[in-house]
């Protein structure tokens, strides 16, 4: 009995160490795995060849920057303006924005009374809807539209920054303009008062009457990344 007893002491230490070992060699194991992955994880987070963009100075282009991710800055100018084709109106701008109104009829209705009044409205409004059509006729379409026109060619310094677009994102101004400013068969039907152009009576406008108004996006100083393209920055989306 005493050597039963014996033997199986030995037998549950041995197999104690040996549900030991495996559990260091498991831990050694799922460490050592986790070391190896770390270094991946760090990679894939880094797209592979990036790097930071390089400044360098817009009024020269220096050819070993050829496709590098570069950074200049200073101030645009405009080498070829917006122009609406349209009307005729060219500006030195990055964009030139038109804005075009109708002297519209519009209805006002509360249970069985309903009420016209003329306003300036930038979209059609269907007359055909009315309750009283009559008299209140609006036509169905615009003669031209509101419209948005880029620049086609600026440049910061030695380079030429494209797209245009890109650069086309602050705020307009308004801009002014004058029947001077229109070819002369286009003048003949625009009054301008105030900077605007109005196809009628700007004191008393009709249903019909056209409003048009400009704004303009200036150009000025500015800090662009893109890369190296010839003497072009082109800028990534």
Not at 64 to 88: C, F, K, P
Not at 147 to 168: D, H, M
Not at 188 to 197: H, Q, T
Request: include cysteine; aromatic fraction near 6%.
């Amino acid at each position: 009995m005493t050597r039963r007893r014996k033997r199986a002491g030995r037998g549950r230490k041995l197999f104690a160490l040996l549900v030991a070992g495996l559990l260091i060699a498991g831990i050694w194991y799922l460490s050592t795995q986790r070391k190896r992955a770390w270094p991946s994880l760090q990679t894939a987070q880094v797209p592979a060849g990036a790097e930071p963009a390089r400044r360098v100075t817009a009024g020269k282009i220096d050819a070993t920057n050829e496709g590098r991710l570069i950074r200049i800055e200073g101030s645009l100018r405009v080498t070829q303006g917006a122009r609406d084709r349209e009307l005729g109106i060219s500006v030195d701008a990055l964009g030139l924005v038109r804005e075009v109104q109708m002297r519209q009829w519009r209805e006002a209705c509360a249970k069985d009374a309903c009420t016209y009044a003329l306003a300036w409205s930038a979209q059609p409004v269907d007359s055909d809807a009315f309750r009283e059509p009559q008299g209140h006729v609006n036509p169905q379409r615009f003669p031209f539209a509101s419209a948005r026109y880029l620049a086609s060619e600026v440049r910061l310094g030695a380079f030429s920054v494209e797209p245009v677009a890109r650069l086309a994102d602050a705020a307009p101004g308004p801009h002014a303009v004058e029947l001077k400013d229109l070819p002369a068969n286009l003048a003949v039907s625009f009054r301008a008062e105030d900077g605007v152009l109005y196809t009628g009576d700007p004191a008393h406008p009709a249903a019909g009457d056209l409003r048009v108004s400009y704004a303009i996006i200036a150009p000025g100083p500015r800090t662009l990344t893109g890369v190296q393209r010839g003497d072009r920055l082109v800028m990534q989306p």
